[in-house]
């Protein structure tokens, strides 16, 4: 005999109270939103630090844009995988592995490439600018589907995000410049 699991609830942003979800909602964030979401994160913040660095040390474009490439194809197929083969969806109700891995994986991919893009741009100081201006849209739009789907504080939201995403920014340049200048 198997226990149901228990339904999550979710916030009533303007009394604090708890509200069961709307019918079929919690299948789609579950199933959809949640795998698209981490990849997005992943995507987004894993690949900061590299291409910021390259394109500190080499203060070539077009190098960034491919370490950029290659580290949002290698995030998309390791977190695309990792989802993949993290549980059946049976138990966890979270649905079909391989759907759920396509979609992170894909969305890792994009995550990585919308700020990797710019630096096909051969002025580096071009590139860096509308680069830096594409990562805070990306880390405002990942606070965004946090809020709107995954019903998180709004502020709370957007200042994790941006504190996490700009940390690891902070080691990218910070290691770009280190290297440059030895």
Same mark, same amino acid.
């Given at each position: 005999m198997t226990t149901p699991l228990p339904q999550p609830q979710t916030q009533d942003a303007a009394e604090g109270q708890a509200m069961p979800p709307v019918p079929g909602e919690h299948t789609f964030v579950l199933q959809k939103v949640q795998p698209a979401l981490l990849g997005l994160m992943d995507g987004s913040v894993s690949t900061l630090a590299p291409i910021f660095a390259v394109a500190g040390l080499t203060g070539k474009p077009i190098d960034a844009f491919f370490v950029g490439l290659a580290a949002s194809v290698g995030a998309g197929i390791s977190m695309g995988l990792a989802e993949a083969l993290s549980d059946d969806g049976v138990v966890s109700g979270r649905g079909a592995p391989l759907?759920?891995?396509?979609?992170?994986? %894909? *969305?890792?991919?994009?995550?990585?490439?919308?700020?990797? +893009?710019?630096? !096909? #741009?051969?002025?580096?100081?071009?590139?860096?600018? %509308? *680069?830096?201006?594409?990562?805070?849209?990306?880390?405002? +739009?990942?606070? !965004? #589907?946090?809020?709107?789907?995954?019903?998180?504080? %709004?502020?709370?939201?957007?200042?994790?995000?941006?504190?996490?995403?700009a940390v690891v920014f902070a080691v990218g340049v910070w290691l770009g410049r280190l290297g440059s200048a030895g």
């Open positions: 759907a759920r891995g396509v979609i992170t994986g %894909l *969305a890792t991919v994009l995550g990585g490439m919308l700020h990797t +893009l710019p630096f !096909l #741009i051969p002025d580096l100081r071009t590139a860096l600018t %509308l *680069a830096y201006a594409v990562v805070v849209v990306e880390l405002l +739009l990942i606070a !965004l #589907i946090r809020w709107k789907y995954m019903r998180s504080p %709004l502020p709370q939201t957007i200042l994790q995000v941006i504190v996490g995403g």
